[in-house]
Structures are given as structure tokens and as C-alpha cells.
Nanobody, 119 residues
Framework: QVQLEESGGGLVQAGESLSLTCVSSGSRFRFETMGWFRQVPGKERESVASITGGASTNYADSVKGRFTVSRHSTANTVYLQMNNLKPEDTAVYYC?????????????WGRGTQVTVSS
């Protein structure tokens, strides 16, 4: 059974930085795409950043220039470096892995880690 586990969330002040890590277990193949989503109460979960196996990245406009997503070269581990955090970045951040394996789609989620940015 595939599991994703996030770590690194916490409480910081505006302008500070945090680094999130997502470690996977139980997979026998390399995930095609890994990334991060976030959600605040009452709103839909939104994509923050993603990275493919070929290291192509994609960012939400709201985090471009402040967040950097990266992944381990071999392990199913993805990172999110968040700089110059703003109060509007406050959310639960979820790790995601998706793609196709053996012609079947997959979409895995972590349980989330809270990031709170105070003004």
C-alpha cells in the first residue's frame, strides 16, 4: 500500500521560510509527477507546485518566485522550499503523486501538514 507522509509544517511569521518534505513508502515504481496542493477551510484544494520525473516544474501564479519544488533523483521524495511566506499561504499542505503505471492511472495523497503564517 502506497503511503505519502509530509513533514516540516509549522507556525512562522510573514517573510520567513519553511521547507516541506514528502516521503513515500510502499511503491515499487517511480512516480511520474509529484507535487503539493493546499487547502483552507471552505475552499477547494488548489495546486501549488508540481514536478515531473524529467524535472519539469509548474507553479501556481501566487507562489512563483517564492516557492521551489524539487525531488530526489531516485527516491519518491519531493520537497517544497517556501520563502517570503505570506499570511495568505496559511493552509494545510498536501503531498500528491500521480501518473500512469501498467496502463492504469494512480493518484495518491498524504494526510497533510499545517502551515500557518502570522502577519
Amino acid at each position: 500500500q502506497v503511503q505519502l507522509e509530509e513533514s516540516g509544517g509549522g507556525l512562522v511569521q510573514a517573510g520567513e521560510s519553511l521547507s516541506l518534505t514528502c516521503v513515500s513508502s510502499g511503491s515499487r515504481f517511480r512516480f511520474e509527477t509529484m507535487g503539493w496542493f493546499r487547502q483552507v477551510p471552505g475552499k477547494e484544494r488548489e495546486s501549488v507546485a508540481s514536478i515531473t520525473g524529467g524535472a519539469s516544474t509548474n507553479y501556481a501564479d501566487s507562489v512563483k518566485g517564492r516557492f521551489t519544488v524539487s525531488r530526489h533523483s531516485t527516491a519518491n521524495t519531493v520537497y517544497l522550499q517556501m520563502n517570503n511566506l505570506k499570511p495568505e499561504d496559511t493552509a494545510v499542505y498536501y503531498c500528491n503523486a500521480n501518473g500512469n503505471y501498467a496502463y492504469r492511472p494512480y493518484n495518491f495523497w498524504g494526510r497533510g501538514t499545517q502551515v500557518t503564517v502570522s502577519s
